[in-house]
């Protein structure tokens, strides 16, 4: 007679089901199948396109990443900045809402949506997000920065003065405290440029612009600042459109005229031309 299979012991089972839960614990998350998973896809998607200034094609990716994952405050920042990357602000403020629904924290979200209804013209609703951004933070000083803008264009410039005033004061404080970290900081370096720029004092500015752009070579509000502020620069000294003059031309000479080679047979024929009409006009003498 044959020995009958061995029973199994519940050490055994209990084993084996750990092994089995190990494994499909392992699996799962490799997966990636999960709506949070799938969103961070689309994102990384949006945001590579963004880099490349493929606004257009970033803009399906950031939708399709709050489609999977209505929960995702942070895809739906992102979408709105692509609304307004592509020039619709009404649509990014819309999604900077749901962003800070989500989560009423998100400097970010609040900053561009600020931004979106500057853009937009609606300066005092503009003013009340920068507050609600120097509410979480107050020492954001983009959000200071933008509201001084904001006062200045809606007619008051006194107060945007003023602001601007504060906003270098906190970021020469905020260098002189944390050193380190203001090295690396390029916004804040850009701010603090933007805020000169708005006082007219532009070569200070530039200053600014061109440390940030030491920190940060790509950063476009940076270099666009420092154009302009070069520009204002020009501007004060001179028209910037002035063409240059040319050493010659400052000489009073005319641009040289490149002599062309000429055969000889040519140069022999052009002077026996020359003799016989002098000859001819003799004799009609």
Same mark, same amino acid.
């Given at each position: 007679m044959g020995r +009958?299979?061995?029973t199994p012991t519940w050490s055994s089972v209990?084993?084996?089901?750990?092994v089995f839960l190990a494994l499909v614990m392992t699996v799962i998350p490799a997966r990636g199948d999960s709506p949070s998973d799938i969103a961070a896809g689309y994102v990384q998607k949006g945001d590579d %396109? /963004? %880099?490349?200034?493929?606004?257009?094609?970033?803009?399906p990716e950031y939708e399709n990443a709050v489609a999977t994952d209505p929960y995702n405050s942070i895809a739906w920042n992102k979408l709105g900045k692509a609304h307004m990357n592509t020039g619709r602000f009404q649509d990014a403020v819309l999604a900077f809402d749901r962003a800070l629904t989500l989560d009423p924290y998100s400097i970010e979200a609040w900053n561009n949506k600020g931004d979106s209804l500057t853009m937009l013209g609606e300066y005092a609703e503009a003013i009340s997000t920068y507050d609600r951004a120097l509410l979480v933070n107050p020492n954001n000083l983009y959000a200071l920065l933008k509201k001084g803008v904001c006062l200045q264009e +809606?007619? +008051?410039p006194g107060e945007a003065m003023a602001i601007y005033a504060d906003v270098i004061t906190r970021a020469e404080r905020e260098m002189r405290r944390h050193p380190q970290y203001a090295r690396y900081d390029a916004q804040m370096w /850009?701010?603090?440029?933007?805020a000169l720029s708005r006082l007219g004092r532009y070569e200070e500015a530039v200053d600014a612009y061109s440390t940030a752009l030491v920190i940060n070579p790509k950063l476009d509000r940076a270099i666009l600042g420092k154009t302009q502020a070069n520009d204002?620069?020009?501007l004060a000294r001179g028209s910037p459109l002035t063409p240059r003059v040319t050493e010659n031309e400052a000489e009073g000479n005319s641009i040289p005229i490149t002599p062309l080679p000429v055969p000889?047979? /040519?140069?022999?024929?052009?002077?026996? /031309?020359a003799v016989?009409?002098?000859g001819i006009r003799r004799s009609l003498w």
């Open positions: +009958s299979a061995p209990i084993l084996a089901g750990i %396109l /963004t %880099l490349q200034k493929r606004y257009l094609e970033a803009l +809606s007619g +008051s /850009t701010n603090k440029g933007d204002a620069i020009l000889v047979p /040519t140069l022999i024929g052009a002077l026996v /031309t016989f009409l002098l």
